[in-house]
């Protein structure tokens, strides 16, 4: 862990790794290249630096984290302090109901017909042009 101005920091993408928003460290690191990381408002590349006080916004998994860091890990810990070391204020999940559905066809299916993609496209709320 190394200090920065008297405070503790870490990488980015090891913080997310370490605070479990992500499964693999390499999926935090990859999430910071796509532009779907941001440390107080700005892109945030792999290596930046975050420390206690900053706000991180992860888009990942559909979802958009809002959390504030408490705690500087580097390490992987257990969920129960993980959550200790966030304040998370992200906007909850949409309700399952909300989550839109896709059409599912049978694998091996072949092309949808005319009349299947049209049924399709009116679950998915697609409009015809």
Known sequence: MATH????????????????????????????????????????????????????RLFHAGRERVVKVRQVLTKRVGAPVAAEAYVDNSPPPPPREHVALAGVRDRGAGRPTKRERRELDQLRGIRPS
Request: hydrophobic residues 35%; positive net charge.
């Open 5 to 56: 101005e008297g405070n503790p920091t870490a990488r980015v993408d090891s913080w997310i790794w370490a605070v479990r928003l992500t499964k693999t460290r390499s999926q935090a690191a990859t999430a910071c290249r796509a532009g779907h990381v941001r440390v107080n408002g700005e892109r945030a590349k792999p290596a930046q630096p975050v420390k206690p006080g900053d706000e991180v």
